[in-house]
């Protein structure tokens, strides 16, 4: 009888400590755009059309400048489940444009890589596997993008 008390103790204490850090906002499959574009919305919604549960896990995507295309981060006062994008970045990869399937397409790929580098985030290992989950990540949406194009053709215009 006392093991199981011990059992039943430790799991209290572990069910309670999960309760603390559990965060309902990251179980929703909607994800705040800031600022919101036309092009990253529309990157947003392919994603969503792939999987409508997508985005759990992920907080906000915020659009700003870094020297990357986008990055995720952690540490004191970083939260993982936060997308930074480089919209400038990307559209200057598209030859300039700011609307259009080529920003579209590269929209989604650099929010689905980011999306697997924040679904490869572990508390105690930080961002586990380097840039191999976010490459494949990045490569299932490629492929997916490829293969349903009559399915995204509305969101690319």
């Known amino acids: 009888m006392a093991y199981t008390?011990?059992?039943?103790k430790y799991a209290q204490i572990f069910y309670?400590?999960?309760?603390?850090?559990?965060d309902p906002e990251l179980d929703s499959p909607n994800v705040v755009i800031q600022p919101?574009?036309?092009?990253?919305q529309k990157a947003v919604?392919?994603?969503k059309r792939m999987d409508p549960n997508y985005f759990v896990g992920v907080r906000t995507i915020i659009v700003g400048v870094s020297p990357d295309f986008g990055h995720v981060e952690s540490g004191p006062d970083k939260d993982p489940s936060i997308i930074n994008?480089?919209?400038?970045?990307?559209?200057q990869q598209a030859g300039g444009q700011t609307t259009g399937?080529?920003?579209i397409k590269a929209s989604a790929?650099?929010?689905a890589h980011e999306r697997g580098h924040v679904k490869s985030y572990n508390q105690q290992q930080g961002f586990v596997g380097g840039e191999g989950?976010?490459?494949?990540?990045?490569n299932r949406v490629k492929q997916w993008m490829e293969t349903n194009q009559s399915r995204i053709q509305d969101l690319l215009q």
């Open 5 to 8: 008390v011990k059992v039943i």
């Open 16 to 22: 309670s400590k999960a309760l603390e850090t559990h």
């Open 36 to 40: 919101g574009t036309p092009a990253l």
């Open 45 to 47: 919604e392919i994603l």
């Open 85 to 91: 994008v480089n919209l400038n970045k990307i559209n």
């Open 101 to 103: 399937p080529e920003v």
């Open 109 to 111: 790929l650099v929010i």
């Open 133 to 138: 989950p976010a490459m494949t990540e990045e």
